[in-house]
């Protein structure tokens, strides 16, 4: 079952009867040539930087490496983590001399419930969707709202969501880097195939960490796979790259820089738009001590011409805040996990 962000993406695509999408390959060829050079310049000032000695990297012992940080999610069983997710997005679609404009914001609670823990610190976790609340409005005309609280019958751009809603709808094994080992879906779906665990970068559950200790500075990726349709027969297979550097560590609170770029090339507008929606930039916040993730703020703003034709444009402008709300355990064993609004109202 989707996630609210994803079914509510399908509805406003359907409403703007045009494919949401975007990133053109110069766009994509200009961010993997800025990574790759911002790789080659931190290498070489690496091992041309002098120690207080005068000795360059090759020389310097262990005493002159720099301070390095585990990264890891912390499982406890009976465990449970909240978070609040506000989504808001513009799309802006212009062919055939038409325009339209589909303005949609969400809100959700969400939590995921960890059920066991194996030796190996992997976490057996249940996703549960508590309270959604969506409104979309189509060039100015009234706006379409639904409450899971409060509304009994959604309408019918937010169907898809109800049925999801105050249930488990999926159950996950993740390792402590956040990498999706297995998931099993609890609800039905009218889609055709539903994802699995090769599709852990489309559905972008936890944030993914490094498999290794890493320093203030020190970068490290994830490639993940998505398609594209070509034709009514063909589809193509495009390959993602999200880029994570570690940026500062303020106690037990470690900032991370995201940017995510296309690294397959694509020559054809109406492949570009079609994703639009999946090379976000932000800022992700971890705690170091507890082991969970605190805040996730990401935005774009993409534009592709020539989608559907010379004077086509598609235009997609979202930003998304996760926030941690609450982490309860139901063990005393697992103190290492307490309350999280200490000390987080100053972030929310």
Known sequence: M??????????????????????????ASRLLADDQTDDQTEAAQADAKP??????????????????????YHFAPG??????????????V??????????????????????SVDEDGNGFLELTIDRAQMQATVDGDAPVTYDSQKDRQPPAQFIGIAGTIGKPHAR???SPAGELLAIDWLVASDQDA?????DAGNLDILVRLPETPVAIGEKWKQRFK??????????????????YRLVSVDGNRATIELRTSVITPLHDPAQEAQLIQKTPSGTIEFD????????????????????????????????????????????DESSAVKTAKEGESATR
């Open 226 to 243: 998505t398609e594209v349709t070509v034709n009514e027969k063909l589809r193509k297979t495009v390959t993602l790259l999200r880029t």
């Open 194 to 198: 539903l994802p699995t665990k090769k």
């Open 288 to 331: 170091l001590d507890r082991g969970v993730l605190l805040s996730r703020s990401t935005k774009l703003d993409r534009e592709v011409v020539g989608f559907n034709g010379g004077k086509s444009r598609i235009r997609n402008q979202t930003t998304r805040s996760e926030r941690i709300s609450e982490v309860a355990t139901t063990t």
């Open 79 to 92: 465990s449970s983590v909240d978070y609040t997710v506000e989504n808001h997005s513009q799309i802006e």
């Open 2 to 27: 989707m996630s609210p962000d994803t079914v509510c993406s399908r509805r406003c695509r359907l409403m703007c009867a045009a494919v949401v999408a975007l990133f053109a390959t110069s766009e």
């Open 172 to 174: 996950i094994t993740a």
């Open 94 to 115: 212009e062919q055939a001399g038409a325009e339209q404009q589909v303005d949609h914001s969400q809100t959700s609670h969400k939590h995921y419930r960890v059920v």
């Open 51 to 72: 120690t207080e000695t005068g000795a360059t990297k090759n020389d310097t012992t262990e005493t002159d490496a720099p301070k390095t940080y585990v990264l890891s």
